[in-house]
């Protein structure tokens, strides 16, 4: 079974400092990874995906993450956080090869969530 | 890019009633459509799967006659949610996928308060 597990509920920095936002996994198979960004009352917006291709993926917003299989881990970095960057944080895992539904299909399994804080 | 819009944006409705929210792909067919509640501070869980022109498969604890599903276009899916109580408020947002291995694309959601 898959599973994504987000190390730390809430995360402070400063502004112009670095940001890192931790993630493991847990995948039988191929997994594809994602970080998915949500400000207040909003939805979801993909920052970057993993799905196999360069370790290193570059995302929006100078957000990149850096899929390592021997520590099942993606963690999401930028180099200097923005004011504008304070939001939840969602780190998801799906399976490319077993592990669906019972219909079939690929289930995105979603982190329990990082809030960024980001201070002045 | 792809996307997906649902709509109402935010609906407020009595106890009792019963709320359709409506998710679309607007620029390319969703074979399969999915949809998530959030509540207030958490994550999104996974509430149903649903294919075009097939029944859709709940997840384990969600009742499939409380939120009734149908999909019945490669664009448009909708979810009722029947006979509406105050703890069925929730963030609800749909997801639509062009193919088995595509990534999914979120809708912006629905916030849906029941009085």
């Known amino acids: 079974a898959q599973s994504v597990t987000q190390l730390d509920s809430h995360v402070s920095v400063s502004e112009g400092t670095p940001v890192l936002l931790r993630c493991n996994y847990s995948?039988?198979?191929?997994?594809?990874l994602f970080w998915y960004v949500q400000h207040p009352n909003k939805g979801l917006q993909l920052l970057l995906k993993?799905?196999?291709?360069?370790?290193l993926v570059k995302g929006i917003n100078g957000f990149e993450a850096e899929f390592k299989k021997s520590e099942t881990s993606f963690h999401l970095t930028k180099p200097s956080a923005h004011m504008s960057d304070a939001a939840e944080y969602f780190c998801v895992v799906s399976d490319r090869g077993r592990g669906r539904t019972t219909s079939g299909t690929y289930k995105y399994i979603f982190g329990t969530g990082t809030r960024l804080k980001v201070l002045a | 890019g792809a996307v997906v819009s649902q709509h109402p944006s935010r609906v407020i409705c009595k106890s009792g009633t019963s709320v359709k929210i409506e998710c679309r792909s607007l620029d390319f067919q969703a074979t399969t459509m999915f949809w998530y509640r959030q509540f207030p501070k958490q994550s999104l869980m996974l509430m149903a799967t649903?294919?075009?022109?097939?029944?859709?498969?709940?997840e384990q604890g969600v009742e499939k006659d409380k939120f009734l599903i149908n999909h019945a276009s490669l664009t448009l899916s909708t979810l009722t949610v029947t006979s509406a109580h105050p703890e069925d408020s929730s963030f609800y947002i749909c997801?639509?996928?062009?193919?088995?291995?595509?990534?999914?694309?979120f809708g912006p959601g629905t916030r849906l308060t029941v009085l």
């Open positions: 649903s294919n075009e022109g097939s029944k859709a498969t709940y």
């Open positions: 997801s639509a996928r062009a193919g088995v291995n595509n990534e999914q694309f």
């Open positions: 995948s039988s198979y191929s997994p594809s």
């Open positions: 993993y799905t196999s291709a360069a370790t």
